[in-house]
């Protein structure tokens, strides 16, 4: 089972930020946080990932509390394109762990 | 950007008959998957395979689907006698380092 909890489902205005929050209570000290999306049933994409600092690329901002129990992705300024099921995961940074997806949060970009 | 391509789209087949659906994964990745995707539910972890071997396979894995790299570019998964519930989308993926690439998908229809 999935080792994260995500709201099912979250709106955002166009152009806003979209945050979307993750808690993962029982992470462990090797584990990292990965977010991937999936729009309409098209592959998922790998999004951002991070251990404890913050991390932003081209795509979003990763933000993980201190205690690591929790994050939020960030989108900073939302797209239509960004309609999306986000999935974040909790996995060891191994090349051969499998990914255990979740249900993951359904975001809705609103014009 | 590289990305991970399969072929075909979109494969429909009758219960009972093979498929073979194909992967070329990022070039200079040494770490295959594959996932599937029953319409509505969650991605779902298959097998992976590295060193020309299998690393891990899910309980879905059984007797009827294999895998095989029979080149230096492709990636193949085999359903030997496909039933209806394997109408799935099946997702290839690569991974260098830590993080997999997932390519877009075929969607099969099993009649």
């Known amino acids: 089972d999935a080792k994260t909890t995500q709201p099912p489902s979250m709106d955002c205005a166009e152009g806003r930020a979209a945050n979307l929050p993750c808690n993962h209570s029982t992470i462990s000290g090797n584990e990292y946080v990965y977010w991937y999306r999936q729009i309409h049933s098209q592959g998922p994409q790998y999004i951002i990932h991070g251990l404890k600092n913050n991390e932003t690329n081209e795509m979003a901002s990763l933000i993980i509390t201190e205690d690591r129990k929790s994050s939020t992705l960030i989108l900073p300024h939302a797209t239509l394109r960004d309609t999306a099921v986000y999935y974040c995961i909790v996995r060891v940074a191994n090349r051969d762990d499998k990914i255990i997806f979740g249900k993951g949060t359904r975001l809705h970009i609103l014009p | 950007e590289p990305e991970v391509t399969q072929t075909p789209s979109h494969q429909v087949t009758q219960m009972g008959q093979e498929v073979i659906l194909r992967c070329v994964p990022i070039?200079?990745?040494?770490?295959f998957y594959w996932y599937r995707q029953i319409l509505g539910q969650k991605v779902e972890f298959l097998v992976s395979f590295y060193n020309n071997e299998i690393s891990e396979k899910s309980e879905i894995f059984d007797d009827q689907f294999s895998v095989e790299r029979p080149d230096g570019s492709n990636f193949t998964l085999k359903i030997r006698s496909t039933k209806l519930e394997d109408s799935a989308m099946y997702f290839c993926a690569s991974a260098s380092t830590d993080t997999q690439y997932f390519g877009p998908g075929t969607r099969l229809t099993v009649l």
């Open positions: 070039s200079n990745h040494l770490y």
